[in-house]
């Protein structure tokens, strides 16, 4: 049930943000302090860090939503601590794991730096990883859903290109 609560949750957030709709933030926050416990009680403590560093990043990007950066140098801090926690984790975990951590936080790094062709970029790259990653660990429904989220960051990198003349 945790799964699904998860797996749904994360895809409305996906569809929020790529929306631009700062309710996308708010339920990717309930979907990360969902997902605690979710990748806790499958024993990938690695997905756990990066849940915990994900929220604090969501928190800092609902409180910019639609404003100039004020707190970029706080951002930077959790990603290095994030950084850090995860090298010496690693030694624990996968490097698919560790790829797969690195990648969304990443992109939700450049998400909340509103470098969004970049981010939502990244985010195409991590749900692919995510869905073979839970696949192979046979969480199939939430794989599903990291696979419909390639959609949503593929329709997300669509509406953020650059236009040229033709």
């Not at 699904?4 to 339920?27: D, M, P, R, T």
């Not at 992109?107 to 195409?124: C, R, S």
Request: hydrophobic residues 60%.
């Amino acid at each position: 049930m945790l799964q699904i609560a998860v797996a749904v949750l994360y895809f409305i957030n996906k569809v929020l943000l790529s929306l631009e709709k700062k309710s996308g933030w708010q339920i990717g926050i309930l979907a990360s302090c969902l997902a605690i416990f979710y990748f806790y009680s499958l024993d990938l403590y690695l997905l756990v860090g990066l849940e915990v560093g994900f929220m604090a990043i969501l928190i800092f990007g609902l409180i910019n939503h639609n404003q100039e950066i004020k707190y970029e140098n706080m951002l930077y801090l959790v990603m290095i601590f994030l950084l850090i926690f995860l090298y010496f984790v690693l030694k624990n975990s996968t490097l698919l794991e560790f790829l797969i951590s690195l990648d969304f936080i990443l992109a939700i790094f450049f998400l909340a730096k509103k470098k969004d062709l970049v981010g939502w970029i990244f985010m195409l790259l991590g749900h692919f990883m995510m869905g073979y990653f839970t696949y192979t660990n046979q969480q199939t429904f939430f794989a599903i859903m990291q696979f419909l989220s390639v959609f949503v960051s593929l329709f997300a990198i669509y509406r953020n290109r650059p236009f040229t003349a033709l």
